[in-house]
């Protein structure tokens, strides 16, 4: 089903400008949100001269007012949109002990609360629509567990709740949820968020091969036209998750052990 309507948060950069740019490809008038105006512009120029339709809000998602505003500018400008794709995010992979209070308030707002506010302030006109899909870009930390990452594996685990919670209260409104599971993708998050790389486990390639952008936002269109639930890319995380289930004490052991490999190969 091709979508009319489009919010992308977090479009200024990497997953978020690439994916809104896939769906103005096939026609969907987009609406860009972020907080720099600048490079929000810069995208949604992109946009209008390959022949697509753009407009842009800014807003911090970090500040509950805030995001209620820029739902009320979307809706007053056209009504709601029939996909909102929760994507901006913040949250470097450092340990906990390492974490201050100021950064571990920031990395829970941006996803997590940040989706819950704009989320929230969406879905009385979207109810009342009848229709609509929200999506919710989240990483394998929504299941897996490694070390030197814990508040941004507890926020994408919160995403993950989010995105379960709102699909079993959305049904009877005949509204989708969808939880999008990227591995890693070579985007900006890695300069924005420093320290995050070298906290990485060794990963083998062949198997789960970093994405580039524009893969990430194909596998995004895809699913979410088809209104999954659940879209995980590379598909063999599938497999990873269910073995977590089933053993998770082995999956944490293996994920430590690559996770020590990557630092002595660093
Ligand atoms: N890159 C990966 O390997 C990967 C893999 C799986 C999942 N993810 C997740 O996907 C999401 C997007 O990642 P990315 O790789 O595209 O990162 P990115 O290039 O750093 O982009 C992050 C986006 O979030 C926006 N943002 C951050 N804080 C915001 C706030 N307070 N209010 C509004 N917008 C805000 C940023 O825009 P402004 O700075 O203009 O506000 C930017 O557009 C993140 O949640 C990330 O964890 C990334």
């Not at 120029?45 to 842009?56: D, P």
């Not at 800014?58 to 509950?64: F, G, I, N, R, W």
């Not at 829970?108 to 006109?125: K, Q």
């Not at 890693?184 to 789960?208: A, D």
């Amino acid at each position: 089903m091709a979508y009319k309507r489009v919010l992308v948060t977090g479009a200024s950069s990497g997953i978020g400008a690439a994916a809104a740019k896939a769906f103005a490809a096939r026609g969907a008038r987009l609406i860009l949100l972020a907080r720099n105006q600048e490079r929000l512009e810069q995208i949604a120029g992109n946009i209008r001269e390959g022949g697509g339709s753009a407009e842009i809000v800014v807003a911090d998602l970090a500040d509950s007012d805030a995001a209620g505003e820029a739902a009320k500018t979307v809706l007053d400008r056209g009504g709601p949109p029939d996909l909102l794709i929760n994507n901006a995010g913040v949250g470097r992979w450092i340990p906990l002990i390492e974490t201050s209070a100021e950064e571990a308030q920031a990395m829970i707002a941006v996803p997590y609360l940040a989706g819950v506010y704009l989320t929230r302030a969406l879905l009385p006109a979207m109810i009342e629509a009848d229709s609509g899909q929200i999506g919710f870009v989240s990483s394998p930390a929504s299941y897996l567990a490694w070390p030197n990452a814990t508040c941004y594996i507890a926020a994408r685990h919160a995403v993950k709740g989010l995105a379960d919670g709102l699909r079993s209260e959305m049904k009877p409104h005949g509204i989708g949820v969808s939880l999008i599971v990227l591995g890693t993708v070579e985007t900006p998050y890695w300069e924005h968020n420093p320290g995050s790389r070298e906290n990485m486990p060794e990963t083998n390639q062949t198997l789960f091969p970093t994405l580039t952008p524009d893969e990430a936002a194909k596998a995004i269109v895809t699913g979410l036209e088809a209104r999954k639930n659940q879209i995980v890319k590379p598909g063999l995380f599938r497999a990873l998750f269910v073995l977590n289930a089933l053993f998770p004490n082995l999956v944490a052991s293996q994920l430590r052990k690559a996770s020590k490999r990557a630092k002595r190969k660093a």
